[in-house]
């Protein structure tokens, strides 16, 4: 049996924070499964003039130069010590530090699949002494697939019932879903794994674009869907369904998106075309509208996507920031009437919804060290079994990969069983 303090870390598509997660992570004896148990969890704001460099460069033909990559990618790794320092970790609570990083490009078609995640995971080990695990996105590429989302594995892992349906549906930056069909219903035929995962489009992308301008930057989102619920009267419904005949609402699975296509610069180019509609429209119906075009794109893929293969859905969990959105969450439960819609915390999956992607990449890193796989997505590109994850020693890397290696089950480790939320 091993078991590991895992600090996991993770900065998402909306560069407002990064958040912390310490777990204790344990694996059992004779079991594929292991035992997860949030110890803490804290976000820490991103540094804000690092912030607007990294907006400055995640969009198409944004003007840079290597050495400002280099630099930034540095940079990051300081952001990233810096987070855990002003988050008040102790780090002789923590065995392992496991980064995503901050994803600053992503391609997941064409003729060469890459993904560029940054935050020097040398300068986390330097500044820290511990050993830090990253480029979990990279295999996952490497080996022939998107590369996202990547918690379907995670999710299936805790949420799988023999009689119910269920999806966790994470509203981040962007949004992507997990579908777990029940074990005892049946799908349909060409699904060929326990579950299948994909970005319904844009999260909290646009919306927070669309208050960063309507503010003139002094506003970052829609605190506690405010301004959504004022304009809500003034939602232009031909507007949001012009938003969703966009290519990427009708290709097939699989499919990830990021801000290569929900930029910035789309948020701009929708509050134009309301305001040309509309010279009369207030800023909240402007915010209210593109709220609703990201909450009706997530029921649009389960009607397209999801209902098709599994049926009914019954019961679907919401995390990230977009689970503290009122008016999100309620169009959810008013398109999805037949299906409990919760947010993450309050149903079956145990977990707190702002926590769950550090939590995840916790979850990885332990895997990463341990050298276990994880399940494949239903729907895949191919079938090929990656390792997630590159290891940069700290100074306790021999005292960690001993403990490993004497572990009984190291040497019949396989593909990641359960995981059992305590």
Same mark, same amino acid.
């Given at each position: 049996?091993?078991?590991?303090?895992?600090?996991?870390?993770?900065?998402?598509?909306?560069?407002?924070?990064?958040?912390?997660?310490?777990?204790?992570?344990?694996?059992?004896?004779?079991?594929?499964?292991?035992?997860?148990?949030?110890?803490?969890?804290?976000? !820490?704001?991103v540094t804000p003039y690092l912030r607007c460099r990294i907006l400055g460069l995640v969009k198409p033909g944004a003007p840079t130069t290597l050495e400002d990559i280099c630099d930034l990618n540095f940079a990051l790794g300081e952001e990233f010590a810096r987070a855990i320092k002003d988050?008040?970790?102790?780090?002789?609570?923590?065995?392992?530090?496991?980064?995503?990083? @901050?994803?600053?490009?992503?391609?997941?078609?064409?003729?060469?699949?890459?993904?560029?995640?940054?935050?020097?995971?040398? !300068?986390?080990?330097?500044?820290?002494?511990?050993? !830090? &695990?990253?480029?979990?996105?990279?295999?996952?590429?490497?080996?022939?697939? @998107?590369?996202?989302?990547?918690?379907?594995?995670?999710?299936?892992?805790?949420?799988?019932?023999?009689?119910?349906?269920?999806?966790?549906?994470?509203?981040?930056? &962007?949004?992507?879903?997990?579908?777990?069909?029940?074990?005892?219903?049946?799908?349909?035929?060409?699904?060929?794994?326990?579950?299948?995962?994909?970005?319904?489009?844009?999260?909290?992308?646009?919306?927070?674009?669309?208050?960063?301008?309507?503010?003139?930057?002094?506003?970052?989102?829609?605190?506690?869907?405010?301004?959504?619920?004022?304009?809500?009267?003034?939602?232009? @419904?031909?507007?949001?369904?012009?938003?969703?005949?966009?290519?990427?609402?009708?290709?097939?699975?699989?499919?990830?998106?990021?801000?290569?296509?929900?930029?910035?610069?789309?948020?701009?180019? @929708?509050?134009?075309?309301?305001?040309?509609?509309?010279?009369?429209?207030?800023?909240?119906? %402007?915010?209210?509208?593109?709220?609703?075009?990201?909450?009706?794109?997530?029921?649009?893929?389960?009607?397209?996507? !999801? %209902?098709?293969?599994?049926?009914?859905?019954?019961?679907?969990?919401?995390?990230?920031?977009?689970?503290?959105?009122?008016? %999100?969450?309620?169009?959810?439960?008013?398109?999805?009437?037949?299906?409990?819609?919760?947010?993450?915390?309050?149903?079956?999956?145990?977990?707190?919804?702002?926590?769950?992607?550090?939590?995840?990449?916790?979850?990885?890193?332990?895997?990463?060290?341990?050298?276990?796989?994880?399940?494949?997505?239903?729907?895949?590109?191919?079938?090929?079994?990656?390792?997630?994850?590159?290891?940069?020693?700290?100074?306790?890397?021999?005292?960690?990969?001993?403990?490993?290696?004497?572990?009984?089950?190291?040497?019949?480790?396989?593909?990641?069983?359960?995981? %059992? &939320?305590?």
């Amino acid at each position: 049996m091993v078991s590991f303090n895992v600090l996991g870390m993770n900065c998402g598509t909306s560069i407002d924070g990064i958040d912390i997660a310490i777990c204790k992570i344990t694996s059992q004896l004779s079991s594929p499964d292991i035992t997860v148990e949030l110890l803490s969890y804290k976000e !820490v704001p991103v540094t804000p003039y690092l912030r607007c460099r990294i907006l400055g460069l995640v969009k198409p033909g944004a003007p840079t130069t290597l050495e400002d990559i280099c630099d930034l990618n540095f940079a990051l790794g300081e952001e990233f010590a810096r987070a855990i320092k002003d988050g008040g970790v102790n780090l002789e609570d923590v065995d392992i530090i496991a980064s995503h990083g @901050q994803t600053l490009w992503h391609t997941p078609t064409g003729e060469r699949l890459s993904t560029l995640q940054m935050a020097e995971p040398a !300068v986390i080990a330097n500044k820290t002494k511990k050993t !830090v &695990i990253s480029s979990f996105r990279s295999a996952e590429v490497a080996a022939g697939r @998107q590369g996202a989302p990547l918690t379907g594995f995670f999710d299936t892992a805790v949420m799988a019932h023999p009689s119910l349906t269920r999806i966790s549906q994470n509203i981040g930056g &962007i949004g992507n879903a997990t579908i777990v069909p029940a074990a005892n219903r049946p799908c349909a035929k060409d699904l060929d794994s326990s579950y299948f995962a994909f970005d319904t489009g844009p999260g909290n992308v646009l919306i927070d674009a669309t208050v960063r301008l309507l503010s003139n930057g002094k506003s970052h989102y829609d605190k506690d869907g405010e301004a959504g619920s004022r304009g809500e009267g003034e939602i232009d @419904q031909a507007a949001v369904e012009a938003f969703l005949s966009r290519a990427y609402f009708r290709m097939k699975l699989p499919k990830t998106t990021g801000r290569e296509i929900f930029s910035d610069d789309l948020a701009r180019e @929708q509050v134009e075309i309301l305001r040309s509609k509309n010279p009369s429209i207030s800023e909240d119906g %402007i915010v209210a509208t593109i709220t609703r075009m990201t909450s009706e794109s997530i029921v649009r893929a389960y009607e397209e996507y !999801v %209902i098709p293969v599994v049926g009914k859905i019954d019961e679907v969990y919401i995390c990230g920031g977009g689970a503290f959105n009122p008016n %999100i969450m309620k169009w959810l439960r008013e398109r999805l009437p037949q299906t409990k819609v919760e947010r993450m915390e309050k149903g079956a999956y145990g977990l707190r919804a702002d926590a769950k992607e550090a939590v995840l990449f916790a979850v990885l890193g332990f895997l990463g060290i341990c050298g276990r796989q994880v399940s494949i997505a239903g729907f895949s590109e191919n079938r090929q079994p990656a390792l997630l994850g590159a290891v940069t020693p700290g100074e306790n890397y021999r005292s960690i990969m001993k403990k490993v290696v004497e572990a009984e089950e190291f040497t019949s480790a396989g593909v990641l069983g359960r995981i %059992i &939320i305590k």
